[in-house]
């Protein structure tokens, strides 16, 4: 396990050092994900440590979505003349949100020729 979170934090380091040299609008940490995903998807699969890290991060995980709700609780007034844009933006990211994750499973399904199921 513990060379599984050396994996995920060097690719979150190699992230952090792409968006700082080449300026990349972009968080260090999204940068570290796609890197990863791409070294993920040319080696074909993901090691045992690394499944066992991710697996541990993942009862954690709403822990990263604190922040953000933290800052719109203090910002909320800045908002109060916008809600039906705020409810709009929220429903329709959500939706597309969903609606894009399950047209990719469906993708991913059909490529596998339904492996796992």
Do not use: H
């Not at 969903?98 to 490529?111: D, E, G, H, N, Q």
């Amino acid at each position: 396990m513990l060379r599984g979170f050396l994996v995920l934090v060097l690719f979150f380091l190699l992230g952090e050092a792409l968006q700082k040299v080449f300026l990349i609008p972009v968080s260090g940490g999204v940068l570290g994900m796609m890197l990863m995903t791409l070294t993920l998807m040319f080696k074909g699969g993901i090691s045992d440590d690394l499944a066992s890290a991710s697996q541990g991060l993942i009862s954690v995980l709403v822990l990263l979505i604190m922040p953000g709700v933290v800052g719109v609780f203090f910002t909320a007034d800045q908002f109060a003349g916008q809600w039906l844009a705020v409810a709009a933006a929220l429903l329709g990211g959500t939706f597309l949100s969903v609606l894009s994750t399950l047209w990719l499973m469906s993708r991913v399904v059909r490529l596998g020729g339904g492996k796992g199921e």
